[in-house]
């Protein structure tokens, strides 16, 4: 009985991750952006001026992943990439006007998906669903060493965002 129980479970959070990327991905299109540019858009307008290493490092993907995106968002003239004075080696990225709205319209979109999808959960249900699925993260984290330091950003984000 238990494993069947766990396998309805798994089952269910995939189900829950595959609507949440397909959604994800149409509300990217919709507004300009592909699925994944909105935290490499809304990190380059926080800290404008940013390194692509620095956004590599945020995001925890590799820095010719980063790079890859970098162009495509150049191209579509949603950042621009600028020569540091001082060290010539280093280049800075910043948000355009058009990807400023862009990420504007895509946040509003995904914030009004997080909140259709978690009405009616009371702030102690939040916080018992959310030490659930960082619990489940955890158990099969220690197969990779990149998903351990998933989990510690994500717990440094988690921890900042209560302290705010």
Same mark, same amino acid.
């Given at each position: ?16 991750? =595959?609507? *949440? ?11 300009? =952006? ?82 259709? *999808? ?15 699925? =960082?619990? *489940? ?5 220690? @197969?990779?060493?990149?998903? @351990? ?16």
């Amino acid at each position: 009985m238990i494993n069947e129980q766990r396998r309805e479970v798994s089952i269910t959070l995939r189900r829950l991750d =595959l609507f *949440m990327r397909v959604i994800g991905m149409q509300t990217a299109q919709e507004n300009g =952006l592909y699925f994944g540019q909105l935290p490499a858009l809304e990190y380059i307008e926080q800290n404008e001026g940013c390194t692509q290493r620095a956004l590599a490092d945020r995001l925890g993907i590799s820095p010719p992943c980063v790079a890859t995106s970098v162009k495509r968002m150049q191209r579509a003239g949603l950042i621009e990439k600028v020569g540091d004075e001082q060290d010539l080696r280093v280049t800075r990225l910043y948000t355009t006007e058009l990807g400023r709205a862009h990420a504007a319209r895509c946040r509003t979109e995904f914030d009004r998906l997080d909140a259709q *999808m978690l009405s009616g959960f009371s702030e102690e249900e939040l916080s018992t669903v959310q030490a659930l699925l =960082l619990r *489940m993260i955890e158990n099969i984290g220690d @197969r990779q060493t990149p998903t @351990r330091e998933l989990i510690r950003q994500l717990r440094k984000t988690v921890n900042t965002e209560k302290e705010a």
